[in-house]
């Protein structure tokens, strides 16, 4: 957007305007393009698996148990076809102590709990594991293509 013109930086044509009016509106941008969530399965250090469906939120993510959280599997409506069969986009979340659930963000993780949104009703604990134990979790949820 800019241009270099007898030794001072200006914007190019009447610039401002549209690049003010970009930053404004790109955040919601952003949120319109935001992927419809089909549903989300959880899985724990001890094995177990929670698959909640996007209709039971938020009260399916209240009920799911809150600690051991190893990774967080998120499917979206979208669908693609790999290998001759249909399957849903998802995100693998992991690795952090602090699983969450947004109603204006969505679901995340960190390791800070100054970075969870403050409309998250309730917060999941994550625990460290061994790493072959955590490998193995991680290898059957990213590898889980059916909800």
Do not use: C
């Amino acid at each position: 957007m800019y241009y270099h013109v007898g030794g001072n930086s200006t914007l190019r044509g009447a610039g401002v305007h549209h690049l003010l009016a970009f930053i404004l509106l790109l955040p919601i941008a952003l949120l319109a393009e935001s992927p419809a969530v089909h549903g989300v399965k959880i899985y724990y250090g001890d094995g177990k698996v929670v698959k909640i469906a996007a209709a039971e939120m938020p009260k399916g993510w209240l009920k799911a148990p809150a600690d051991n959280v190893q990774v967080v599997r998120v499917y979206y409506e979208r669908k693609y076809s790999a290998d001759g069969q249909e399957r849903r986009y998802a995100d693998t979340i992991e690795g952090k102590d602090f699983y969450w659930w947004s109603p204006t963000k969505g679901f995340g993780t960190t390791d800070f709990v100054a970075e969870i949104p403050s409309d998250a009703p309730t917060v999941k604990i994550g625990r460290l594991l061994p790493d072959g134990e955590f490998l193995k979790l991680y290898n059957k949820a990213h590898n889980d293509h059916a909800f």
